[in-house]
């Protein structure tokens, strides 16, 4: 079956704690990314991989770093996570470009920055 | 960057009545997508709309790109209590930020039986 699967799916966390959440596709997709749903805000884009080693800001990324050392797997990483990063993540990937009938997307991690 | 309004934010409508909601752009977008979210889920792609102009239907939604290319409306018609969740229209504009999706604010469906 294919899936995107995120981990944890519910994160609270401290002020300056760093944290990873995890992504990862089993359908061989060359384009990932990771966006951040926020109430009356929609979905934002945070960063984008478009291949292994090749990755790029989307339209919110300070405080997130990513890394794409595999073609599967997409972790984001808060290095100091502060009180507004509390959000709902999602992961998303995707084969031809990003073409929209193949984008699937994760089921969420929610975190909470204390 | 490019913004969507969507409206409205919310609707709360009886069982049976039919649903409109729309999007506009500041600018142009060359695909047009609306998703659904349901509570503890990530958004599922209703619908895919390629070309200005464009009419599609997918059971009882309809969705169409505007001629613009900054508007798209997203109908349901006879609404059922499984239509309940976040509808967002999304757009996607090639040879920028490969695969990026720019979404609106969503709108919250209540269907009431």
């Known amino acids: 079956e294919a899936q995107v699967t995120q981990n944890p799916r519910y994160l609270i966390t401290v002020t300056g704690k760093k944290l990873t959440v995890t992504c990862s596709q089993n359908?061989?997709?060359?384009?990932m990314s990771w966006y951040r749903q926020d109430p009356g805000l929609g979905l934002r884009q945070i960063y984008y991989?478009?291949?292994?080693?090749?990755?790029d800001k989307g339209d919110v990324p300070e405080g997130y770093k990513v890394s794409r050392k595999e073609k599967r797997n997409f972790p984001l990483i808060l290095e100091s996570p502060s009180p507004n990063q509390t959000s709902l993540y999602f992961c998303?990937?995707?084969?031809?470009?990003?073409?929209?009938?193949?984008?699937?997307f994760g089921e969420g991690s929610w975190l909470t920055v204390v | 960057g490019q913004q969507l309004n969507q409206s409205p934010q919310s609707m709360f409508i009886q069982e049976g009545e039919d649903v409109s909601m729309n999007c506009t752009s500041s600018?142009?977008?060359?695909?047009w997508l609306w998703y659904k979210q349901e509570p503890g889920e990530g958004p599922v792609l209703l619908i895919a709309?390629?070309?200005?102009?464009e009419l599609t239907s997918n059971g009882r939604l309809t969705a169409q790109f505007g001629i613009t290319r900054k508007d798209s409306f997203l109908n349901i018609s006879a609404s059922i209590p499984s239509d309940v969740g976040i509808y967002f229209c999304?757009?996607?504009?090639?040879?920028?930020?490969?695969?990026?999706?720019?979404f609106g604010q969503g709108t919250i469906l209540t269907v009431h039986p």
């Open positions: 998303a990937s995707s084969q031809d470009r990003g073409v929209g009938n193949t984008i699937y």
């Open positions: 709309l390629y070309k200005a102009g």
């Open positions: 999304a757009g996607q504009l090639w040879g920028t930020s490969y695969g990026k999706l720019t």
């Open positions: 600018s142009i977008f060359n695909t």
């Open positions: 991989s478009m291949n292994v080693e090749v990755t």
């Open positions: 359908m061989n997709h060359e384009y």
